[in-house]
């Protein structure tokens, strides 16, 4: 499957039935796998043989999932998870233990800002948080031997910052140091950040991934690029785990996904169910050109917005204006995805208003699913901050944050028209 395009990939990656085999993967529903003699069994514990076994270290349906959303990023490896959350959470916990830190940047998905800023912290993982627009240097001096990775967004949910790879990729190498991404709302259909020195990705599959909003599901794929072996930044990788008979991680193809299996998913669970493998896998067919679509139509909709006299400002990397304009043609060439925000003339009451006019983008607290929808922070989830604090987070009283689908674009430029009548 390797050289072949992502378009292929999509639809062919991941699974490949022998003759009489079902064409798409089965659900797999079985928490349990027969076995006829006690060796092979005992093969499975010792890590010496990938037959299935038991379902939360391994299973038929989310092993398809798995193999395609690694196809696609062209890593070596991938775990399903129960959710994107615990994808970045079973992520810090394979490379992290008390006394060590990690290195993010500050434009990060609100879930992700919590758990590494508040509930790590409480098992004395430290989080030290840069600006993405910070200089090198800056970032550079939050690194010391006890950081164990540099986190960011490819594009940040709902900042839209493009993050800048080169910058921080050179940090992390001449620092031996891991360099994590999360890719959910670019996709590997717009971007590959190993292709930009990424060595691990973590998805949200219940964005774009499914791109139906019909399963929450994460993803962590290994890149197998990064060199533990003799690196003192990561002696958990290159001293025997006793649990595994002396098995050293860093001798492996792929020593991150098969420490976070064989430990942390072994301890932690939060896998993918196979039902929600199953349905992933499918939306997951149509990836490539869905992201075509939402990206077009998000550009034609930033570009009326920009040009409508009620519209105070608009954030979309596909605008020439957008400070994030050059990276994204560096790094998202080929479409800019479908989140974008935009701020209207007038206050919060005026906003609700907007919102209320709306026939056709309806309201959600979900984004980047084939329906358009719409956010507005100030009344709902940051609803309990004063405007002074609202300014502070980076969500202003009058953003509204849209995620454009897959309808036609005229007709959501009409909806929206329509309701910017009422303001
Ligand atoms: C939604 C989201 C997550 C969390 O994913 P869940 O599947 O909701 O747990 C993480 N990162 C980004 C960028 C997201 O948009």
Same mark, same amino acid.
């Not at 928490?31 to 003699?37: E, K, L, M, R, S």
């Not at 940040?156 to 080169?166: G, M, R, Y």
């Not at 077009?296 to 570009?303: R, S, V």
């Given at each position: 499957?390797?050289?072949? +395009?992502?378009?292929?990939l999509?639809?062919?990656?991941?699974?490949s039935?022998?003759?009489?085999e079902s064409?798409?993967?089965?659900?797999?529903?079985?928490?349990?796998?027969? /076995?006829?003699?006690?060796?092979?069994?005992?093969?499975?514990?010792?890590?010496?043989?990938?037959?299935y076994?038991?379902?939360?270290?391994?299973n038929p349906?989310?092993t398809?999932l798995?193999?395609?959303?690694?196809?696609?990023?062209?890593?070596?490896?991938?775990?399903g998870?129960?959710?994107g959350?615990?994808?970045?959470?079973?992520?810090?916990?394979?490379l992290?233990?008390?006394?060590?830190?990690?290195?993010?940047s500050?434009?990060?998905?609100?879930?992700? #800002?919590?758990? /590494?800023?508040?509930?790590?912290?409480?098992?004395?993982? @430290?989080?030290?948080?840069?600006?993405?627009? !910070?200089?090198?240097?800056?970032?550079e001096?939050?690194?010391? @031997?006890?950081?164990?990775?540099?986190?960011? @967004?490819?594009i940040?949910?709902?900042?839209?910052?493009?993050?800048?790879?080169?910058k921080?990729s050179?940090?992390?190498?001449?620092?031996?140091?891991?360099?994590i991404?999360d890719?959910?709302?670019a996709?590997?259909? =717009?971007?590959?950040? /190993?292709?930009?020195?990424?060595? *691990?990705?973590?998805?949200?599959?219940?964005? #774009? $991934?499914?791109g139906?909003?019909?399963?929450?599901?994460? $993803?962590?794929?290994d890149?197998?690029?990064?060199?533990?072996?003799?690196?003192p930044? #990561?002696?958990?990788?290159?001293?025997?785990? @006793?649990? #595994?008979?002396g098995?050293?991680?860093?001798?492996?193809?792929?020593?991150?996904?098969?420490?976070?299996r064989?430990?942390?998913?072994?301890?932690?669970?939060?896998?993918m169910?196979?039902? +929600?493998? /199953?349905?992933t896998?499918l939306?997951s067919?149509t990836?490539?050109?869905?992201?075509?679509r939402?990206s077009? +139509?998000?550009?034609?909709?930033?570009?009326f917005?920009?040009?409508?006299?009620?519209?105070?400002w608009?954030?979309?990397p596909s =605008?020439?204006?957008d400070?994030?304009h050059? =990276?994204?043609?560096?790094?998202?060439?080929?479409?800019q995805?479908?989140?974008?925000?935009?701020?209207?003339?007038?206050?919060?009451?005026?906003?609700a208003?907007? $919102?209320? !006019?709306?026939?056709?983008?309806?309201?959600?607290?979900?984004?980047a699913?084939?329906?358009s929808?719409?956010?507005?922070p100030?009344?709902?989830t940051?609803?309990q901050l004063?405007?002074?604090?609202?300014e502070?987070?980076?969500?202003?009283?009058?953003?509204?944050?849209?995620?454009?689908?897959?309808?036609?674009?005229?007709?959501? *430029?009409t909806?929206?028209?329509?309701?910017?009548?009422?303001?």
């Open positions: 499957m390797k050289n072949f +395009n992502l378009e292929t999509c639809v062919q990656a991941g699974y039935p022998k003759t009489g064409r798409i993967p089965q659900i797999c529903q079985s928490t349990t796998f027969y /076995f006829g003699d006690t060796q092979a069994m005992a093969d499975c514990f010792d890590l010496k043989s990938d037959s076994f038991y379902s939360r270290l391994a349906t989310v398809a798995e193999g395609k959303v690694a196809a696609l990023e062209g890593g070596k490896a991938a775990i998870c129960a959710s959350m615990s994808a970045s959470m079973l992520t810090a916990f394979t992290c233990e008390a006394g060590d830190n990690i290195v993010s500050s434009t990060i998905y609100g879930g992700t #800002y919590n758990l /590494f800023g508040t509930t790590l912290p409480k098992l004395g993982i @430290e989080c030290r948080f840069f600006n993405p627009d !910070a200089p090198a240097e800056e970032i001096a939050l690194i010391d @031997e006890k950081t164990k990775f540099i986190f960011g @967004e490819t940040a949910n709902p900042s839209i910052v493009v993050f800048d790879f080169d921080v050179s940090i992390a190498k001449r620092h031996g140091l891991l360099f991404v890719n959910t709302l996709t590997p259909a =717009l971007c590959q950040p /190993f292709r930009f020195g990424a060595n *691990i990705i973590i998805h949200s599959t219940s964005k #774009y $991934m499914d139906h909003a019909a399963a929450l599901g994460g $993803m962590i794929v890149g197998g690029n990064f060199d533990f072996k003799g690196n930044r #990561y002696p958990a990788f290159n001293l025997p785990d @006793e649990s #595994y008979h098995l050293v991680y860093a001798d492996l193809a792929a020593p991150f996904a098969t420490k976070c064989a430990q942390m998913i072994r301890d932690l669970g939060a896998i169910s196979p039902q +929600n493998a /199953f349905l896998y939306g067919d990836l490539a050109l869905r992201m075509e939402h077009a +139509n998000a550009a034609k909709i930033a570009a917005l920009a040009s409508h006299p009620k519209i105070a608009v954030k979309h =605008l020439s204006s400070p994030y050059a =990276l994204a043609q560096k790094y998202l060439p080929n479409g995805g479908g989140m974008m925000s935009f701020g209207i003339r007038g206050d919060v009451h005026i906003c208003k907007f $919102m209320e !006019a709306l026939r056709l983008i309806t309201q959600e607290t979900h984004v699913d084939v329906r929808c719409v956010l507005h100030a009344s709902t940051h609803r004063s405007k002074e604090d609202l502070k987070a980076g969500v202003p009283e009058n953003l509204v944050r849209l995620s454009v689908g897959i309808e036609n674009a005229d007709d959501l *430029i909806d929206l028209a329509q309701a910017l009548e009422h303001v």
